[in-house]
């Protein structure tokens, strides 16, 4: 039998198709560079992915300088809680925490979840995003969602978007509609902006102002919850979004890992926040950890792989816009 040796740990960057493009309110993408972390003593292997945090002027680049940087630790033996001290929140702890969390359960012949202390996870419905168009577009992308995803999440950028909300409405008129701002509502009326969604049915707003100008919505009482996303990255943040936004979105690439994101879902539940679990554009690797946060979340958006040309094998499975864990039991 062949002894295990040290942990070594690789990284590489992965390209990954867009199925078309992928348009917010900052510009389009036609694919996503993701960073592939394995963590292997030469029996077990653990992986986990990441996707660079833009809007902290991350790219794949520093990401992939990042986790090699943290080779030498690996291989004496770095556990995940000494790694939340080593490395600052963002995409690369992320892909070494998930590396560590998967090497872990397979070294222990049991599930992540099981080793976290959770519950089995469940099927779990996800959003599917539609991307910021003309109002046209928008409607006719959400006629042909509709027929198979009963959640939409809508990208807005400000001026046009009460037009953009109706033209989704009429092109999926059953459909549940949550709407991401991505900041661009920043300086303009909370409270009529989202008032005039009131007749749509939209049930949550997602980061309506840029993120460090949250004061902005001192005394605004909105119709709509209103969430927070480039505002909430770690549990360092939530008492900045407390008595301003009802929900937080959740995202292991802005939290650094499944370990802080596990901790930030409980402190967001005791300070009587709603919970929603979101991803980066990632391939379903990235997705597999964030469903075990997701599991009781209010509102899910880990569509992801859903918005690539193609996806890894054997991982999550997605019918209907409904996430089926893992085959592995593990993460794949």
């Known amino acids: 039998m062949t002894a295990a040796g040290r942990p070594r740990l690789t990284a590489r960057i992965e390209t990954w198709p867009v199925a078309g493009s992928f348009v917010i309110a900052r510009g389009a993408k036609t694919h996503v560079d993701v960073v592939l972390v394995e963590i292997s003593d030469g029996i077990h292997s653990g992986r986990g992915e990441a996707t660079a945090i833009y809007y902290h002027g991350e790219s794949a680049e520093t990401v ?3 986790a090699q940087a943290m080779a030498p630790a690996v291989a004496g033996g770095l556990a995940r809680a000494d790694l939340l001290r080593e490395l600052p929140r963002g995409a690369a702890r992320n892909a070494i925490d998930c590396a560590l969390w998967d090497f872990e359960a397979k070294g222990a012949a049991r599930p992540v979840w099981s080793l976290a202390g959770l519950a089995a996870p469940s099927p779990l419905q996800s959003a599917f995003t539609i991307s910021l168009a003309d109002p046209a577009r928008m409607e006719e992308d959400a006629r042909k969602a509709a027929a198979t995803y009963p959640l939409l999440k809508l990208k807005l950028a400000g001026e046009g978007d009460v037009e953009r909300v109706a033209a989704v409405r009429r092109g999926a008129p059953a459909a549940r509609l949550i709407v991401d701002a991505n900041e661009s509502w920043t300086g ?12 749509y049915g939209v049930e949550l707003i997602e980061q309506p102002v840029k993120a460090g100008e949250d004061r902005q919505l001192d005394g605004v009482v909105s119709p709509i919850p209103l969430c927070a996303d480039e505002s909430c990255q770690d549990r360092a943040d939530l008492a900045r979004c407390k008595g301003r936004y009802a929900a937080i979105n959740i995202k292991l690439d802005k939290a650094g890992g499944l370990t802080e994101a596990l901790a930030l879902a409980a402190a967001a539940r005791d300070a009587g926040l709603e919970l929603m679990v979101g991803c980066m ?4 690797l990235g997705i597999a950890p964030a469903m075990l946060v997701a599991q009781g979340a209010r509102w899910i958006d880990i569509d992801g792989p859903l918005l690539l040309a193609r996806d890894r094998e054997h991982s999550v499975r997605f019918e209907r816009g409904i996430a089926h864990p893992a085959e592995s039991a593990l993460w794949g």
């Open 188 to 199: 303009r009326d909370i409270e009529a902006e989202a008032a005039a969604l009131v007749p």
């Open 281 to 284: 554009l990632s391939t379903s």
């Open 64 to 66: 992939l300088a990042q």
